[in-house]
């Protein structure tokens, strides 16, 4: 027996296969990789927003300071690299077992991040510390008067943060940031605002 099939009709177009046959692979991927690229965009903006706040504007307005710890004298409770938070407090109120900041007596006066090991309070309300790094086997060779009304404690740690640090600090790294930083910013801005809207009868 022998079928006979119909023929289409010249200039005819194939039919189509049925909607549950047609691949949708594209048609998911694409709102999937726009919603992601969104959100990388926003997590950036709002990491980018946060540090420029905790850097910029928190040691002005709430008055703590941010330093890298550049050895490690004080492993392992603080690390090469390691970010440290700090805030003001009275020269009266140090004590024994705080860990300070403060530029040591002699040679280039540096800073350093130490513990106290002694404190003396004068008569004349002159505080006098002496000081030793948890890592190192020795007391530091130097006793050091606190000048000025104000002392400053380590209060936070944050790791590795401080080499992020070090590295927005490079010249050409500084200068991307001043200027591209806004740049992308406002493309995201405009990209929100002038983002098209979907025809329903399209969907």
């Not at 296969?17 to 692979?25: F, G």
């Not at 004298?73 to 860990?99: K, Q, R, W």
Request: hydrophobic share 45%; charged share 15%.
């Amino acid at each position: 027996m022998t079928a006979v099939l119909p023929l289409p009709a010249p200039g005819a177009a194939r039919p189509l296969p049925p909607a549950a046959a047609r691949p949708r692979t594209t048609g998911t991927l694409r709102p999937l990789a726009a919603f992601l690229t969104r959100w990388s965009v926003r997590a950036l903006v709002g990491i980018a927003v946060l540090a420029f706040a905790g850097l910029a504007i928190g040691p002005h307005v709430l008055g703590y300071r941010t330093m890298t710890m550049l050895t490690g004298s004080m492993a392992p409770a603080i690390d090469p690299g390691d970010l440290l938070i700090t805030t003001p407090l009275d020269v009266a109120d140090v004590t024994e077992g705080m860990i300070i900041t403060y530029h040591i007596p002699i040679d280039d006066r540096r800073i350093v991040t130490h513990r106290v090991i002694s404190v003396d309070h004068a008569a004349d309300g002159t505080v006098t510390v002496h000081t030793k790094g948890d890592a190192n086997d020795h007391a530091d060779p130097w006793t050091a008067i606190l000048l000025g009304d104000t002392a400053y404690q380590v209060q936070a740690v944050i790791p590795e943060a401080g080499h992020l640090i070090a590295a927005l600090r490079t010249p050409w790294l500084s200068q991307a940031l001043v200027y591209g930083a806004p740049t992308l910013l406002a493309g995201w801005l405009l990209l929100t605002i002038w983002r098209p809207t979907k025809d329903p009868e399209e969907q």
